[in-house]
């Protein structure tokens, strides 16, 4: 076809020429209508099993993970982190901040083909706020006075005060009134039998093996060109990598050591795309501060003194972290340059723990204060290997201050509820995913310090509340980032936790999948754009 | 007694399972002694992480650097204590019962004899399971839990001995010369049903090591950093392909051991079943 090629009979046709060209303008106006091609599953894994599909009543991330596929929300961030419309198309905010008018889409449909409308907007809110239902993140919607139905597509949000971070958590996902109108949310069986409007619908859930989606053909963007998503509770990353290899899955999250040593075989690298960038999220030391041995600042900044960050990091992550020392993204204004570092120095942390009074009296090698040991407990949850390793890591480095640390790893479900909801613990290693927005109530808020709260630690600081109050009242964005410097300077000097470090995600990716785009966002925002070309469909 | 050394002496199996055994015993006795490095001592540089055996590391390096043939010797300590006091445990439970249950027969035995077939009911893994679960994870749980939940079978071994015994003439005379009943079950009777408590004894403590390396592997059982050949080997699991000691030798141990006091235990059976003696 090579019109070049010397020899070639048709070569000296004119007719030829065109026609490539037409082909070629054709093939153009045919790739910009068809990014892809239908078909095919996308397989991951999860290591735990999802608990409930009603998206504002869950709080486990496999759950939020499936809930992310079938529902959408009023607004929803693109790949740069913006703010943009999703089941609205654009909204107004009145000058005083405290009214937010939405405009929904006029072309979109739950799964049982009815529109939705601005009822199934109103009962959702309503639903949040119902004391009834509970609703882990109702903190966040308290400020909401009233939600007004202008007409099938038009709604008013009033707030008592004006909420700087309103935008964002309006993106919470919407359910079907009309499905749902009347029912007790806490026991429906909607929770298990979820009726959305998003990219995908619900075809199995079998309990701990397996949940299957389908792609939903009328989803108001467009089809998905992936046909199935589908998770698989694999409850260990050992077992998830050897069926990542054997293809049984598609995707997981790597471990540091798999991401180094296990991908660099032409074999894995000829089936696999890695990704890797900054989490949203970071782990911690916290200290209970109601037991009577952390209520010392000085004993908590000598215990965050004493622990080589850099060290961790090598050593958990085999380098793939960035040192973190406070609550917010690294990658954002709001964290704070100027905050405490908390470099490693054993001197200085043995100098704090003299001055609260801590010291070696009867030369046993462990610091002793009126005749108690310094001796406690750290706790973390089981199936998380990076914290079983930060644990063993950080006893060792207390250790040699003379600190003795027994440490217990318990099975998730009651860590949670017998330990952490209950403050019943000493020390525990835990992280945190952190959202868009950098409103931090819930975590360190003094009134979100209740049994079965966030602020399972205590913490209680008058400034940081009235900061954490403020920031939730301004809109002005440097403001904002004034402000929530400040709170972090505040939580870093006093060292409630030792803020450990930010992990790179390490993701592999099947190569079969086209049309990934990793961005600030991550890489998942634009999977109803993921395709697998004609040829290599698996399933 | 003389005779019974000289039957081991001859089973080839018996005397490998004793061998092995010993051996084991005075590894975990001597293991301050033996261990060439601190069991606990971190290095995290990466030319010492993972390394394979060496004449430095006889058995390699962990992925904490440390050192695994100290770790080992370390852990032997641990699965022969557990397996240890769990049957100490499940010995006096079982034994006691057993004689309840066999000497003084009718209802006493119809309770006892209920009360082990609702224990057995029971899927006893995951019992132990629930109970650690609620109890939090700890060493001292798991030689209790593993006792109070192992001692049906004996229970039942030595009430059937009981049954049988408690109506042979020496019985029935020291009751007719008025010894008390404990007096003649502990006395008289349970000695001559010891043979088949032995045998239960050697199995149970291979059972007993096997489910603590289970619940350790799980993360129930043994504490990080402390090693125990079930949480080495549940380590070991993230680097089955590239880091072979870390897996192989905890879990050859691990056979190793168990099948030496199955071994035993079967020996024993056939020795001590005077059907079996030629």
Redesign the interface.
């Known amino acids: 076809m090579n019109r070049n090629k010397p020899g070639n009979p048709h070569s000296k046709i004119p007719v030829k020429p065109l026609l490539i060209i037409a082909a070629f303008i054709f093939l153009c106006l045919a790739a910009s209508a068809f990014a892809g091609y239908f078909g095919d599953a996308y397989v991951t894994g999860s290591i735990a099993d999802a608990v409930s599909l009603i998206p504002f009543l869950s709080t486990d991330s496999s759950s939020h993970s499936i809930t992310g596929m079938i529902f959408n929300g009023l607004t929803k961030f693109d790949k740069n982190l913006n703010i943009i419309g999703d089941l609205a198309e654009r909204w107004d905010v009145s000058e005083d901040g405290k009214e937010i008018t939405f405009y929904l889409r006029k072309n979109v449909r739950w799964h049982d083909g009815m529109p939705l409308t601005t009822r199934d907007i109103k009962f959702t809110f309503e639903a949040i706020l119902d004391p009834k239902n509970a609703c882990p993140y109702v903190s966040s919607y308290r400020d909401i006075q009233s939600v007004d139905i202008i007409d099938d597509y038009t709604v008013k949000f009033t707030y008592s005060q004006p909420y700087a971070p309103a935008l964002s958590k309006l993106g919470i996902e919407i359910v079907p009134e009309h499905i749902l109108k009347g029912e007790d949310l806490r026991t429906s069986k909607f929770k298990r039998d979820p009726l959305g409007c998003g990219a995908y619908i619900l075809e199995k859930w079998k309990s701990d093996q397996y949940l299957i989606l389908n792609s939903n053909h009328d989803y108001f963007e467009h089809r998905p060109y992936i046909d199935k998503y589908v998770m698989r509770v694999i409850p260990?990353?050992?077992v998830q990598f050897l069926e990542l290899a054997t293809g049984g899955i598609d995707t997981m999250g790597l471990?540091a050591?798999?991401y180094f040593?296990?991908t660099a075989s032409e074999k894995f690298k000829s089936k696999f795309n890695t990704y890797t960038y900054l989490s949203r999220a970071y782990a911690y030391v916290g200290y209970n501060l109601e037991d009577p041995l952390f209520s010392d600042k000085r004993v908590r900044k000598a215990l965050s003194y004493a622990i080589n960050k850099k060290?961790i990091i090598?050593?958990v992550l085999l380098g793939m972290g960035e040192p973190c020392t406070g609550p917010f993204f690294k990658e954002t204004p709001y964290y704070s340059k100027k905050a405490e570092q908390y470099k490693y120095d054993k001197e200085r942390a043995l100098e704090l723990l003299g001055e609260a009074g801590w010291r070696d009296s009867d030369g046993d090698g462990i610091l002793d204060k009126d005749g108690a040991p310094f001796k406690f407990k750290l706790i973390t949850n089981?199936?998380n290997?990076d914290r079983?390793?930060i644990?063993?890591?950080v006893?060792?480095e207390w250790q040699e201050l003379g600190v003795d640390v027994?440490?217990?790893?318990?099975?998730w479900?009651?860590f949670l509820k017998?330990y952490v909801d209950k403050k019943n613990f000493q020390a525990v290693i835990l992280g945190w995913s952190l959202p868009m927005d950098p409103d931090c109530f819930v975590v360190w808020h003094s009134s979100s310090a209740v049994e079965g709260g966030l602020n399972f630690i205590s913490f209680k600081n008058e400034e940081v509340d009235a900061l954490i109050e403020e920031g939730r009242r301004t809109f002005d964005v440097y403001e904002r980032i004034r402000i929530y410097n400040r709170i972090h300077e505040i939580i870093a000097e006093e060292a409630p936790y030792t803020f450990l470090y930010f992990p790179y995600a390490r993701v592999a990716i099947s190569n079969r999948f086209k049309g990934i785009e990793p961005a600030p966002a991550g890489i998942g925002y634009n999977f109803v754009d993921w395709y697998v070309d004609p040829g290599e469909v698996r399933y | 007694m003389n005779d019974m050394f000289k039957e081991i002496v001859k089973n080839k199996q018996v005397l490998f399972g004793v061998v092995v055994i010993l051996f084991m015993f005075i590894v975990a006795l001597f293991a301050p002694v033996l261990a060439t490095h601190d069991p606990l001592e971190l290095d995290l540089s990466a030319d010492v992480r993972l390394q394979p055996p060496s004449a430095e590391h006889i058995f390699g390096t962990d992925d904490m650097g440390r050192d695994l043939f100290s770790r080992m010797v370390y852990g032997a300590r641990i699965s022969l204590s557990v397996g240890f006091i769990a049957v100490a445990i499940m010995l006096v439970i079982g034994v006691t019962l057993g004689v309840i249950a066999g000497y003084y027969g009718k209802w006493v035995d119809t309770l006892i004899m209920r009360l082990v077939e609702i224990m057995m009911c029971f899927p006893r893994f995951y019992l132990i399971l629930m109970i650690l679960a609620f109890l939090g994870p700890s060493i001292i749980y798991v030689m209790i839990v593993i006792g109070l939940t192992s001692w049906t079978g004996l229970t039942r071994l030595v009430r059937a001995e009981f049954l049988s015994l408690r109506e042979r003439e020496y019985a029935i005379a020291a009751k007719a010369l008025g010894a008390s009943d404990m007096r003649i079950a502990f006395r008289h009777i349970l000695p001559n049903a010891l043979a088949p408590v032995f045998v239960s004894i050697t199995l149970s403590l291979g059972g007993a090591i096997l489910l603590e390396s289970g619940l350790s592997f799980l993360g129930l059982g043994v504490q990080i950093p402390t090693p125990s050949w079930g949480n080495i080997i549940s380590t070991g699991r993230f680097y089955i392909d590239s880091a072979w000691w870390l897996t192989v030798i905890p879990g050859l141990s691990i056979l190793l051991t168990v099948l030496s006091f199955y071994l035993v235990g079967e020996g024993l059976r056939v020795i001590l079943d005077p059907r079996m003696k030629r």
């Open positions: 260990d990353l050992a471990t050591y798999q040593y296990r060290e090598d050593g089981q199936g290997k079983e390793d644990a063993t890591i006893q060792r027994e440490i217990q790893i318990i099975a479900a009651a017998e």
